[in-house]
RNA sequence: GGCGCGUUCGUCUAGUGGUUAGGACACAGCCCUCUCAAGGCUGGUGCACGGGUUCGACUCCCGUACGCGCUGCCA
């Protein structure tokens, strides 16, 4: 559609990826797929001191999870590489000389300074329009340092080389770099370069309005992988700090978000993370999806929790009952733990709740008769059987139902008892309701 | 301190020079119900403050306060 459009995101690898990087990684390849330009990924690991490999890792795995592919960048190749800006001194080396050429480098104790023109520079901003800056005073903006004495470079004279480079042609970055942007002006024009289009995007901070730091809950990517979040969920939610489809629409397909997006579209304030709205509609998105992509997303979770399931399809029927009650993928272990082994725990309190009465015992003795008898073992066949049984012993449908739940999964809460039922069948219910009742009389 | 940006329910947001200022999350209550959820219904809380401009301002302008950012040989 249109390849002139080229945006990237540019994180330095500090080990993890933060959940406002996602939403600005986000931002950009919405912008690019919107526009059916190119989504470039760059590692900014400039800093020596800081490792590169491993914490670069932990960005590509964010990214992947989110689903925000790459065009260009490691691992994915491109026209524009190297994609790390370690490998990238000789693009740098080569500008210097262009800028030292022309008059505009001085050095100051082993390290090199960029000149500042010391113009008025204006910055016209996609999101947050037309801002004059006065940089004439030295004092208050001083010539900014572009190499360190040990050779090493600095943010912002890669950070636009690589821009140059990549011919980037919108950059779309946090509301941090704002301030930034008319020192990277100055840049571009001693260069003979065309400047991109500028767009800063809100920051996001925590609910009380803080700073996210990599210490508050919830600031990693990996938090959200870990706990069990749909990528999906937390995708949108991203989408909507700061951008909204102006429609109502909370629950809303990337697709359509990609075919809304625009800039100006884009709030001017900060935003604060509400974790609780991206449970819920993390819980939206469990409920809404597929069985099969609910198996499949559960896998992990049940794998590490030690959950062994031989049968595939025992185990997707018993998943597609607790999906709409499950709000968090890292919930199902224990949710469906039952259903896999005769080991399950008894929860002590829901135990005396429902047999603290004696006559909890016998309506479960009578269920189990009642049950013995049915031939088609279904939903169906199961509620009018039991409901039967209430009628005639004139008890209420819960006076059966709750002793009945303790009895096949120790708890008291869960599914539908009847789907539940169903779903593990009459031998081994009928089993396991023997063997309640067994251990009820031994006491 | 200087410079920049921002300010609609607690939070995310919609919105218009004249609206009962809308939605969502959270919260409370009710309904439904085999539990827990879900779902349905109801409820409360909001245009930061002060000046202008205007017949009229939440909306436009100025100021103040507050918040955030930048002001690094961090990115």
Redesign the pocket.
Known sequence: MNPEIRVRF???PTGYLHIGGARTALFNWLFARHHGGKFVLRI?D??RTRNTEEAAEAIYEGLQWLGLDWDEGPRAGGDFGPYLQSQRTDIYERYLKQLQDGGHIFE????L?FRSPREHVVVDDLV??K????LT?PG???D??IR???G?????FV?VIDDIEMKISHVIRG??????TPKHIELYRALGATTPHFAHI??I?N?D???MSKRDEGARVTTYMEQGYAAEAVRNYLC?????P???R?KIDIDEVIRLFELE?I????????L??C??LN??YI?QMSVDRFVELTRPFLEKANIDVPDKGYLRAALAIVK??V?LLSDVPEWTRYFFTEQYEFDPAAVEKVFGKPEATERLIALRDEFAKIENWTVEEI?SSLKTLAQKLGC???DL??PA?VAVSGR????????MLEVMGKERVLARFDRMIAQLGAK
């Open positions: 540019a994180p330095s900014e400039t800093d100051d104790a082993g390290a300074r947050c329009g801002i004059d800056f006065d005073n208050t903006h001083p900014m340092t360190r004495p040990d090493s470079w600095i943010f912002h950070n509301e941090d770099h704002l301030s930034n809100p920051l901070l609910r309005g803080s700073k909507l700090l700061g951008w909204s102006k429609d109502n909370e579209k709030n001017r304030r900060n935003a604060a993370f509400d609780d709205k449970f819920w819980g939206q409920a709409e009650k709000k509620e209420k449908t819960g139902v709750h739940r008291s809460v869960g599914p539908s008892l009847y789907h």
